[in-house]
């Protein structure tokens, strides 16, 4: 089965923002090479989500799987994102998409925060 990965950020009209959604991908791509990893935004930049997956699914990947590069639960992550996911399992239903969890609150991102509190000089 062709998998991929889609790294969702929310997307913004300056581009410098975007480059860390596309950082990671590169990084995530390093670290699972076996894996076709993809960075998308939910709006304002491109690529759209859901011009990524139309292009998955014309590269005949059968199973792809979205995270959300966001920290909580917001408006995109409860409405938004849901609604488009819907529209393309509706369209492609001969494709798998999935959803993980956003990075929300995690021991993870609490040792990334103390790492900035360090080099902030705050122990």
Not at 14 to 42: H, K, T, Y
Not at 49 to 73: K, S, W, Y
């Amino acid at each position: 089965m062709k998998k991929a990965v889609v790294l969702l950020g929310h997307g913004s009209i300056r581009e410098s923002a975007n480059v860390e959604v596309r950082a990671m991908g590169a990084m995530m791509q390093a670290q699972l090479p076996e894996l076709d990893i993809r960075g998308s935004f939910v709006e304002v930049a491109e690529p759209a989500l859901e011009n990524v997956i139309e292009q998955l699914v014309h590269e005949q990947v059968e199973r792809i799987v979205i995270v959300p590069m966001f920290l909580t639960r917001g408006n995109h992550l409860s409405n938004g994102i849901p609604r488009i996911l819907d529209a393309m399992k509706e369209k492609y239903p001969n494709v798998k998409i999935d959803l993980t969890q956003h990075l929300g609150a995690d021991p993870l991102l609490a040792e990334i925060i103390k790492n900035r509190l360090r080099e902030a000089g705050v122990e």
